[in-house]
């Protein structure tokens, strides 16, 4: 069974960096059936994807966050990581990752989510 | 890039129907079969009801059915039941290579 657990701090600082990290169980996140997923959803708002790590190593950002986001893996814990820079009270947000099948526009499998707020 | 349309909310009566709609253009929503649905129970996560416009993961009732014409992809809920009472959200893959999620409807089962 495939598992996702979100972990990271969930206070952070304005101006200060955001990382957080997705622990996969269940499936190896360099699989080629795989791509992986960050998504946000600011308090009592809708869902935002923030970007998806492809298991060919290419990444797609959404344009809005792309100058200050990073997505990256790493293969010796199986583990998805995003780190967010220049962070304000707008990036307060409960933080998802989630699977989604490749070819597909399934999104199946995601975490319960971690929730960060950003405040001095 | 702008979230694609859905109404705020939408209500039914106990084993109504509804259907949800989900507005996009010709580069996400008209363009792409990657249209997929979820459901968000307050305090928890998203849940895959619909993917790919049509199909429904294991699990998912069939209650639950998607369709497409043009650039709007809908929902539809059969037989409504209280359980039903959740956000939900569209999805599409758009031409820029990203993902668009809609704004979300506030299902109400009266």
């Known amino acids: 069974q495939l598992q996702l657990q979100e972990s990271g701090p969930g206070l952070v600082k304005p101006s200060e960096t955001l990382s957080l990290t997705c622990s996969v169980s269940g499936a190896s996140v360099t699989s080629s059936s795989n791509h992986w997923a960050w998504i946000r959803q600011p308090p009592g708002k809708g869902l935002e994807w923030i970007g998806t790590f492809y298991y060919t190593e290419s990444i797609d950002y959404n344009p809005s966050l792309k100058s200050r986001v990073t997505i990256s893996v790493d293969t010796s814990k199986n583990q998805i990581s995003l780190e967010m820079r220049s962070v304000t009270a707008a990036d307060t947000a409960m933080y998802y990752c989630?699977?989604?099948?490749?070819?597909?526009?399934?999104?199946?499998?995601w975490g319960q989510g971690t929730l960060v707020t950003v405040s001095s | 890039q702008s979230a694609l349309t859905q109404p705020a909310s939408v209500s039914g009566s106990p084993g109504q129907s509804i259907t949800i709609s989900c507005t996009g253009t010709?580069?996400?929503?008209?363009?792409?079969?990657?249209i997929s649905w979820y459901q968000q129970h307050p305090g928890k996560a998203p849940k895959l009801m619909i993917f790919?416009?049509?199909d429904r993961p294991s699990g998912v009732s069939n209650r639950f059915s998607g369709s497409k014409s043009g650039n709007t992809a809908s929902l539809s809920i059969s037989g409504l039941q209280a359980e039903d009472e959740a956000d939900y959200y569209c999805?599409?893959?758009?031409?820029?290579?990203?993902?668009?999620f809609g704004s979300g409807t506030k299902l109400t089962v009266l």
């Open positions: 989630a699977r989604r099948i490749t070819a597909t526009g399934r999104h199946d499998y």
């Open positions: 010709s580069s996400d929503v008209g363009r792409y079969n990657y």
């Open positions: 790919d416009v049509t």
């Open positions: 999805n599409s893959y758009t031409t820029s290579s990203t993902w668009v």
